[in-house]
């Protein structure tokens, strides 16, 4: 089956600096999701991004799904920003695969 | 709009116990599914519906039942809770296929001692 690997597992920044997730999938999708969990634990839906660029304020994505990867871009950081990213693929038209997360730490 | 809503928020049970998790929405989706997410790992789905009346396996779903009898809700029932069952369940629902916006509920905590 697909394989969802991000990195890096976890990041701990400054306030103020940006930051770069990964996304890497094993075989090709028609479909990319970003999702934040916040530090209480609920998901929101951040990107619907099968290809391309879009942005979002501070955040931005951008995958290439021909290399299989997507990157998520996060400018001027805040501490709101905390939490875990994780992107999931589309493996049929009603199953996300999930990749692990990666937990980003914001430091006032 | 109370979006999808899930209860309850914790819950503690003994091993061989039986329980259903209740989830529900009112935005008129098509399209519910059930996760469980266990620590360092992403959210593993246990069961999809696509309508009423519909409901189909995901990559965990041994030890669950469902049920879709209306739009709005979509219980997940624990047949005989084990260990291995503690997590945290988390329910979504999106309009059409799961490729769409996923809204989320705010999760119940399992414990199975």
């Known amino acids: 089956g697909i394989q969802v690997e991000q990195s890096p597992p976890d990041l701990i920044l400054q306030e103020g600096a940006n930051s770069t997730l990964r996304c890497n999938f094993s075989?090709?999708?028609?479909?990319l999701q970003w999702f934040h969990q916040n530090p209480w634990g609920q998901l929101i839906n951040l990107f619907y991004?099968?290809?391309?660029?879009k942005q979002n304020g501070r955040l931005s994505a951008t995958t290439v799904a021909t290399e299989r990867y997507s990157l998520l871009y996060i400018s001027s950081s805040q501490t709101t920003d905390s939490g875990v990213y994780f992107c999931a693929v589309l493996r049929s038209n009603y199953q996300l695969i999930w990749g692990a997360g990666t937990k980003l730490i914001i430091k006032p | 709009n109370a979006g999808v809503t899930q209860t309850p928020k914790f819950q503690v049970l003994k091993t061989g116990q039986s329980m259903t998790l209740q989830c529900a929405q009112d935005?008129?989706?098509?399209?519910m599914s059930w996760y469980r997410q266990d620590p360092g790992m992403g959210l593993r789905l246990i069961h999809y519906?696509?309508?009423?009346?519909?409901?189909d396996q995901g990559e965990v779903p041994n030890g669950y039942n469902v049920s879709r009898s209306t739009t709005e809700d979509f219980p997940l029932r624990l047949l005989s809770a084990a260990p291995s069952q503690t997590s945290v369940y988390f329910c979504a629902s999106s309009y059409g296929r799961a490729g769409y916006e996923q809204y989320f509920g705010p999760g119940t905590r399992l414990t199975v001692t």
């Open positions: 519906s696509v309508g009423a009346g519909i409901t």
């Open positions: 991004i099968p290809s391309g660029t």
């Open positions: 075989d090709s999708v028609n479909n």
């Open positions: 935005m008129n989706h098509e399209y």
